[in-house]
């Protein structure tokens, strides 16, 4: 077999074999059970909490975990604003980068905030090392929240009936030191000896074989490049992001960044599975996730391999696949796995240009972030996915003739709501901000580089990707003006915290009510049937939302290009 | 007439759309284009503001409005839409001028009647209030519902139950309900009013079917707000579709925006939601069952133990004597002979039932003076007197207490028949002459054929039955083990009920049971579902939520299954009509945008004939699925206990796949006869 395709599957199955045990571990840490890093964790999140005075064991009701997280985030806000305003003056800028724009900081701080890192700005010039720094500790703490939102939604489910659903710094400081820390580690490592720089001085200076002396950036790429994987955040520390030879060096880098950004996603969905007791339905979550995410991940590795018959009738030889965008040392397939693994799991780093993907590819690109919902990000991933299963419940609840009711507790109509509410917000926002731009030619839709179908795939491309907080581009738009900065960083903020708090709410209001025990008129929530319900219920309501935005772009370039 | 509107109500196959009742259906369905009714019906609202707009857009195109294409495009979707909306009135009327006609043929038996009141006076039925006292006699019609306060009499129910067969009440027991319009046939009763006229359960239950009172029901709310939010969707979908197809050069008329908007929106579940569920309430209608509101019928559904009375449920009414057991030295002759006399005057069933075991003619007796000894609670024993002999028949313990009062000896041969028929579930008679033991009969509940599949039908339904009986935990058990039930309650008294159900509902499950007594009355308004036997009393039937007008206690298990039914059409439907999107979306998207860019052509994977003949293939499938489905709404998706995980394959293979697949080949048939006009 191809090593190029193998490559892939022993990335698959590395990730998947650690995230089982990683999900186990993850179960215990939440559930408050001992573990081995305990020695070294408990003095230090002691710590954490006395100085800033949080008792721990203070169980919160869902209400007040959405208070504590939205407090929380606004702080960070306004102190990321004022480091991004005035990093010109601040120390650790030996370039001497300017500070952003008021828009310009409100998208970055917005966009890192929300776990997203859309950037409208090129880290070599854009921003200084403590900018850098302080991303950096955006990117630790976003992952923290969105895991202990979806520990929420586990604790919901623990317990038969109750409003206490933990302590939401418990679990935020936990996913912190105890998770997130440890595997950057272990990946920081990896890039150093691969030669990933890890320094606070400027610019180097070098040499190249023509004689030319190029400046080349460097800075604490190291420390920075991990997180932005594990935390699936996306962020890149150079502009062309993990396509930057120093952010991701090798196929062996590339291979540890991968698993990296796919681990917790994946091994979210078995600690929900332990945590709750439940394993067997955890295996049909993965289940219902791998599929999706095969179904479109497979087609785009072969696309790319197969190449552009644009360019095959050029009579330019395309054996190694559609090359455009693409870096060498990684090639088509790895890079069409990677445009997946991005996007469905909303880390928004890439290795290749989407903008130069195969028409289809792009498609997929965008339906993966349409979806959202497939492994989905650290957190957001199970909390997107949960709306879903609402949805599924109460359809086949109705079909097979019971008031719906999953793990024991009825949906009715509040939690219809809410669920609605959030799977409807979804294609609103990349809608009707695609729509702006297109309706606004003057300061939306002249930001494209190509005209025509593609044109309108990267506008689609740029809002679906705000509002599934993924990050990535379709680069090639113009996209640091106010009018997109402004908007995207609006549909960024909805389609971070919306996301958050319904779910959080429906499982908190779940949890206040009684449970009822199964019996054999019971729906399984935990066989293929009701998986084949959910992945139905994901695939229509996608297919339903975005077909018309596809048919005019991808598919619209699709049918031309044949 | 009694006999005609009998017939009437009984006759459960009547065809879905008699003559009568589709034409006031069909101008109702006008009367509902009224917005103040549309309103109430998002999706449908959302229809009616299309079709308006149309006809303005059809008629602008006369007066020289351009780029909207021809008047008679623009006015046949127009009409299509017009009619997508009568389709989705008429279904709600047909259901609901069903659900009136079958209320009213039970309503009809309460024409003016005379009614002697008390003091002499006769007035009519309809001036009958709360608390007035009526007398009737054999032959008079009941004028209105009642509680026997003196009296006993036999009366004949046929008109409301169907069942010929006479049925006795009385004052005081837990039958002294009388329902206006039956007959008395014997005897004198008097009677109190029990309810204010118009506000008898059969009076709410038409006013529920009318929809003047019809509230909707938890599970519909939430229906509602998921094709709502659908129905958003699409709004949006479509709204942002028009920058969209400006920005690709590719102007869309406003007809071909609101057919798409229209075929994307669930108008299949959202025309047929409230006759699926009047119809509902109709089929328990149809079963005798009269329903207090449309949520009773849903949480018949979802019931998880359902509590059964032993007799009249799994047992036939009454016991019967099954063998008899002489004491080693007794004549079997004398044995029978002593049997038959002291059953001669026991009038009940298992009397009878003795003597006719015997096969004796207890007449073929010549007896002097004879002086019977009635039952009474504190003997449990009767018998009869005559010369200087007397004979007993009785509970063991009863008789075994005379026998070594008067200083015999009770056999042992007899004590162990008594517990070895016990442990069978039967009931042993001790027959005694002049204290002195004869010997035993055997009585042996009859446990009612079919009953075993009935509930073995209900615990693949993951329902739980629990059998609630008189008798001792022994007898019960067997019984209870012979019938198939999962628990029972021995020796139950009112209050064991009631722990139960609360012990159950404390569990979180919901709980169904049938009650007749002013006893059971707690309980029955403690019972999730509660359903009150007609011949039950007044306290019992304003307690429960339902009313069984046959007094049939298996009558639980259809309710259980109308409730099933309800859930899974509007499931089923939901489904079918958001699965029919797919097809559509093929049909417009390509129609929408081919002149602009013909390489989408490619989509257009029914080869249909050409834009406008795509919409209006679109538009008409969406507007006939909704009279085509009229009859499924109706009748209800037949339930299979086949467990909870089979029935979703089978109903997400029917309805989902089937979904997807139906509107293709329904497009493009459509789309084959449309062409030959365009």
Redesign the interface.
């Known amino acids: 077999m191809n090593t190029e395709i193998l490559g892939i599957i022993a990335m698959f199955t590395i990730t998947l074999l650690l995230a089982i045990p990683l999900g186990k571990y993850m179960a215990k840490v939440y559930a408050g059970e001992r573990t081995l890093l305990d020695p070294v964790f408990n003095p230090l999140e002691k710590l954490f909490f006395k100085v800033s005075g949080i008792n721990s064991k203070n169980e919160m009701t869902w209400k007040q975990h959405l208070v504590a997280l939205l407090t929380i985030n606004l702080l960070w806000f306004l102190m990321s604003m004022f480091v991004l305003m005035n990093m010109s003056w601040l120390p650790l800028n030996p370039d001497g980068n300017p500070s952003q724009s008021v828009d310009l900081a409100f998208n970055t701080t917005i966009s890192f905030l929300v776990n997203c890192n859309l950037q409208h700005y090129s880290g070599e010039t854009g921003i200084s090392y403590l900018g850098q720094l302080w991303l950096m500790f955006l990117q630790f703490v976003t992952a923290g929240v969105g895991m202990a939102a979806a520990v929420v939604i586990f604790k919901a489910f623990k317990e038969k009936s109750t409003t206490q659903l933990g302590n939401f710094y418990d679990f935020f400081v936990k996913s912190c030191t105890r998770i997130l820390l440890p595997l950057s580690l272990i990946v920081a490592l990896v890039l150093v000896f691969e030669g990933t720089p890890m320094t606070f001085e400027g610019k180097d200076t070098i040499t190249n074989l023509q004689g030319d002396t190029v400046q080349v950036s460097t800075g604490p790429v190291a420390a920075f490049v991990p997180i932005k994987h594990v935390g699936t955040n996306g962020g890149g520390f150079f502009g062309v992001n993990g396509a930057h030879p120093l952010e991701n060096p090798s196929f062996l880098t590339n291979m540890t960044e991968m698993v990296a950004q796919f681990i917790i996603p994946m091994a979210m969905i078995f600690a929900f599975g332990f945590f709750i007791r439940r394993r067997r339905f955890a295996w049909m979550v993965f289940g219902v996730m791998t599929v999706g995410f095969l179904l479109l991940a497979i087609p785009n590795i072969i696309m790319e391999m197969n190449g552009n018959p644009e360019i095959a009738k050029m009579g330019i030889d395309n054996s190694l696949g559609a090359m455009e965008g693409k870096e060498v040392r990684i090639g088509a397939a790895a890079s069409g796995f990677w445009s997946i693994v991005t996007t469905v799991i909303s880390t928004g780093s890439i290795n290749s240009m989407h903008d130069s993907s195969m028409p289809l590819s792009g498609m997929n690109e965008l339906l993966a972030m349409m979806i959202n919902a497939y492994y989905g990000g650290v957190g957001a991933g199970i909390l997107n996915f949960f709306i879903f299963i609402i949805l599924a419940v109460f359809i086949s609840g109705l079909m097979v003739g019971r008031t719906p009711e999953f793990m024991g507790k009825k949906i009715e109509a509040r939690e219809m709501k809410i669920a609605m509410i959030i799977a409807l917000f979804h294609p609103f926002l990349i809608l009707v901000g695609t729509a702006l731009a297109a309706a606004f030619p003057t300061v939306g839709s002249a930001a494209i580089s190509n005209p025509g179908f593609h044109g309108f795939s990267q506008m689609l491309y740029e809002y679906t990707s705000s509002a599934a907080n993924n990050g990535s581009g379709f680069e090639g738009l113009g996209d640091n003006t106010p009018f997109w900065n402004i908007s995207t960083g609006i549909v960024l903020l909805l389609g971070r915290f919306l996301p958050i708090i319904g779910p959080v709410a429906i499982a908190g209001l779940l949890a206040e009510k009684k449970f009822i025990p199964e019996s054999s008129g019971t729906l399984k929530t935990d066989t293929s049937t009701f998986g084949l319900v959910i992945f139905v219920v994901i695939a229509i309501v996608a297919a339903l939302s975005f077909f018309p935005a596809l048919a005019l772009g991808p598919i619209a370039e699709y049918f031309s290009l044949k | 007439m009694v006999q005609k509107i009998n017939i009437m109500s009984k006759s459960k196959n009547t065809s879905l759309f008699q003559p009568e009742l589709m034409n006031e259906a069909f101008k109702q369905s006008f009367v509902k284009l009224n917005p103040k009714i549309m309103f109430h019906n998002p999706v449908m609202f959302t229809v009616w503001v299309g079709t308006l707009v149309m006809l303005f857009v059809s008629f602008s195109t006369l007066f020289g409005v351009e780029g909207q294409g021809s008047f008679v495009y623009n006015f046949t979707v127009f009409i299509i839409l017009f009619l997508t909306l009568l389709f989705a009135n008429f279904a709600e009327a047909i259901a609901e001028a069903r659900g009136k006609a079958q209320a009213d043929s039970l309503r009809k038996t309460r024409e003016e009647t005379p009614a002697k009141l008390e003091n002499g006076k006769t007035i009519s039925s309809s001036q009958l209030k709360k608390g007035d006292v009526f007398l009737c006699e054999a032959g008079d019609t009941i004028p209105t519902d009642g509680e026997i306060i003196e009296g006993l009499a036999t009366i004949d129910e046929s008109a409301i139950t169907g069942e010929s067969a006479p049925v006795i009440r009385e004052a005081g027991g837990d039958k002294s309900s009388v329902t206006g319009g039956t007959k008395v046939l014997s005897d004198k009763i008097k009677v109190v009013v029990t309810t204010q006229p118009g506000e008898s359960f059969l009076d709410k239950m038409i006013a529920l079917v009318e929809g003047a009172s019809r509230q909707k029901t ?2 519909e ?3 509602t ?2 094709l ?3 129905t ?3 709004i ?2 479509c ?10 050069n ?1 102007p869309i008329t406003i007809a071909a925006f609101i057919s798409l908007f229209v075929c ?1 929106i669930p108008t299949t579940i959202g025309g047929l939601l409230s006759a699926i569920g009047i119809a509902g309430m109709d089929r328990a209608l149809r079963a005798n069952v009269i329903t207090k509101s449309g949520k009773a019928v ?1 949480t018949a ?2 019931i ?1 133990v359902l509590l059964l009375d032993k007799t009249g449920t799994i047992t036939i009414g009454n016991r019967k004597a099954t063998k008899f057991y002489p004491t080693t030295g007794v004549d079997e002759k004398h044995f029978l002979k002593a049997v038959v006399l002291s059953s001669m005057a026991d009038e009940t069933p298992e009397g009878k039932s003795i003597i006719e075991l015997a096969g004796v003619n207890p007449l073929n007796y010549k007896l002097e003076n004879p002086r019977y000894i009635k039952f009474t609670a504190e003997t449990r024993s009767s018998g009869i007197d005559f010369e200087n002999i007397r004979i007993r028949k009785g509970a063991s313990d009863a008789i075994k207490n005379l026998v070594e009062k008067a200083g015999n000896h009770f056999p042992k041969e007899v004590a162990d028949w008594v517990t070895q028929i016990s442990s069978n579930g039967g009931t042993p008679l001790v027959v005694s002459e002049n204290e002195n033991v004869l010997g035993v009969v055997e009585l042996q509940d009859i446990i009612k054929p079919g009953i075993q599949e009935r509930f073995e039908r209900l ?6 039955t629990v059998m609630v009986t008189g008798d001792n935990p022994m007898t019960a058990k067997y019984i209870a083990e012979k019938a198939g039930v999962d628990d029972f309650i021995a020796e139950a008294r009112p209050e064991d009920k009631m722990e139960y159900i609360k012990k159950e509902q404390a ?3 919901l709980v169904a049971m049938m009650g007749d007594g002013t006893n059971d009355a707690p309980a029955l308004a403690q019972a999730n579902v509660g359903v009150a036997m007609n011949s039950g009393t007044q306290a019992a039937k304003e307690a429960g939520n339902m009313v069984d007008l046959d007094n049939d206690p298996t009558k639980l298990i259809e309710i259980v299954e109308i ?6 059409t ?3 439907l ?2 079918f009509s ?2 029919n ?2 097809a559509k ?1 093929f049909a417009i ?1 390509p129609a ?2 081919i002149a602009a ?1 013909p ?2 052509n ?2 257009n994977i029914m080869n249909l004939h050409s834009p406008e003949s795509a919409i209006l293939s679109a538009v008409i499938f969406n507007a006939i699925i909704i009279p085509l489905l009229i009859p499924l709404a109706l009748k209800g998706v037949a ?1 299979k206990p086949i ?3 089979a ?3 089978r ?2 293979f029917i ?2 796949l089937g979904g997807i697949i139906v509107p293709f080949i329904g497009i493009k048939l459509i789309d084959i006869v449309v062409s030959i006009f365009i």
């Open positions: 938890p599970n709310i939430a229906l707000i998921l709502a939010g659908f958003l969707v699409f949006i979908v709204i942002t579709l028009k920058p969209f197809a400006d920005y690709a590719a994307l849903e559904g979802d998880d615990r693949k339904m993951g329902i739980k569990d979180g499950r409730g099933k039914q309800l859930l899974m509007r499931g089923t939901t489904t958001i699965a999107d797919v979306y998207i929408l945008f860019i390489a989408l490619e989509l339930y467990g909870a995980s029935l979703l394959r109903n997400l309805y989902g």
